[in-house]
């Protein structure tokens, strides 16, 4: 391949990338996860919507790598993959934004912090 090409294919790739996080709802959700794991119960939560909508959300952001999972008993709790290959530019980008703990802190002043535990 190309050097021109390779160029190219990573644009396009950063594009798709930046194209993900150019949702409120998915920069958002990144946003929280740069600083605490969260499951999908407490993302339906915190942005009032459905469960197979905040599914999708989070599917689509694992696809590309920038979230990865992880098992606790029957619940699947999600994080940043640090180790993706798009996380440093994604670091970059959620530093530039407003920290989003409030959300997590109104979870559990309702009770409904980590509910699926």
Not at 42 to 71: C, N, W, Y
């Amino acid at each position: 391949m190309s050097e021109t090409r390779k160029i190219a294919l990573e644009l396009e790739r950063s594009a798709n990338v930046l194209k993900l996080l150019g949702d409120k709802t998915r920069l958002t959700m990144m946003k929280i996860l740069d600083n605490h794991d969260a499951c999908v119960c407490e993302f339906v939560e915190i942005f009032k919507t459905s469960q197979p909508a905040i599914s999708q959300h989070v599917r689509k952001l694992k696809d590309v790598g920038m979230v990865k999972e992880t098992r606790r008993g029957q619940w699947i709790i999600y994080s940043l993959n640090k180790e993706g290959e798009f996380f440093p530019l994604v670091e970059d980008l959620l530093r530039h934004l407003p920290n989003q703990d409030y959300r997590l802190k109104e979870l559990e002043e309702q009770g409904l912090r980590i509910s699926c535990e």
